[in-house]
C-alpha cells in the first residue's frame, strides 16, 4: 500500500487560509468517505483535527474544515494563527487497512 | 481523561525482539478497536497493526506480517506488540492509538522509541 501523495510544504500568512491536498486512488481515498488528518508539533504525538472527510472532534475548532473529490481530499486552516505551524497528515481507510499520507508542513508566515 | 501511555522500547540487534506496552485508562478500553502507528526518525507516520475490541480480528502492514503480533488483555485494560525479527527499518517511535470515531484515531499515546542497530 503506497502512502498518499501531499505537497511537502505549505504556507500562509497570519490570518489567512491555506489548503492542503491529499491524493490517493480508488482503493483508498476514492473507495471510502473515511478520510481523517492529524496534526503533529515537533516531539508531540499527532492529534484528530478532521475525520470521516468533513467532521469535527470534540474540541477542534471549526477554522479547520475537510473536503473531498474523488481520489483527493483536501484540508483547510483559515484565520491561520501561530499555533498552526506545525505537520499535518490525511489518512485513509482502506479496506482491512489503513495508509497516511506523507504530510505537509505547514509554515505560518 | 483519556490516557495512553507506551512502555518497553529501547534498543536491539536486528534479529532480536521486542514487546511493546500500552496502558489504557479513562474510557472503556474494551469498546474500543485500538491500533499501533509508528514513525521512523524524520520520516511520516506509518499504520503498524490493529486488534479488534474483543481480539478476534487483526490486521497488519505487509512488511511486518509474520514478524509482529498484535494483542490485547481488556481485564488489565493494555493492549500489546510483540515484535520479533526486528530489522533496521522497524527503528522508529511507536504510538499507540484508539479507534473511538469511525476509521479515525482519536486519542494517542505519546509513544515509545525502539531502535534496531547492531
Known amino acids: 500500500q503506497s502512502a498518499l501523495t501531499q505537497p511537502p510544504s505549505a504556507s500562509g500568512s497570519l490570518g489567512q487560509s491555506v489548503t492542503i491536498s491529499c491524493t490517493g486512488t480508488?482503493?483508498?481515498?476514492?473507495?471510502?468517505?473515511?478520510v481523517s488528518w492529524y496534526q503533529q508539533h515537533p516531539g508531540k504525538a499527532p492529534k484528530l483535527i478532521i475525520y470521516?472527510?468533513?467532521k469535527w472532534p470534540s474540541g477542534v475548532p471549526d477554522r479547520f474544515s475537510g473536503s473531498k473529490s474523488g481520489n483527493t481530499a483536501s484540508l483547510t486552516v483559515s484565520g491561520l494563527q501561530a499555533e498552526d505551524e506545525a505537520d499535518y497528515y490525511c489518512?485513509?481507510?482502506?479496506?482491512?487497512?489503513?495508509?497516511f499520507g506523507t504530510g505537509t508542513k505547514v509554515t505560518v508566515l | 481523561d483519556v490516557q495512553l501511555v507506551e512502555s518497553g522500547g529501547g534498543l536491539v540487534q536486528p534479529g532480536g525482539s521486542l514487546r511493546l506496552s500500552c496502558a489504557a485508562s479513562g474510557f472503556t478500553f474494551s469498546a474500543s478497536w485500538m491500533t499501533w502507528v509508528r514513525q521512523a526518525p524524520g520520516k511520516g507516520l506509518e499504520w503498524v497493526a490493529n486488534i479488534k475490541q474483543d481480539g478476534s480480528e487483526k490486521y497488519f502492514m505487509d512488511s511486518v506480517k509474520g514478524r509482529f503480533t498484535i494483542s490485547r488483555d481488556n481485564a488489565k485494560k493494555s493492549l500489546y506488540l510483540q515484535m520479533n525479527s526486528l530489522r533496521v527499518e522497524d527503528t522508529a517511535i511507536y504510538y499507540c492509538a484508539r479507534n473511538n470515531l469511525p476509521f479515525a484515531f482519536d486519542r494517542w499515546g505519546q509513544g515509545t522509541m525502539v531502535t534496531v542497530s547492531s
Open positions: 489518512s485513509s481507510h482502506a479496506g482491512i487497512k489503513y495508509v
Open positions: 480508488s482503493s483508498d481515498v476514492g473507495g471510502y468517505n473515511y
Open positions: 470521516e472527510v468533513s
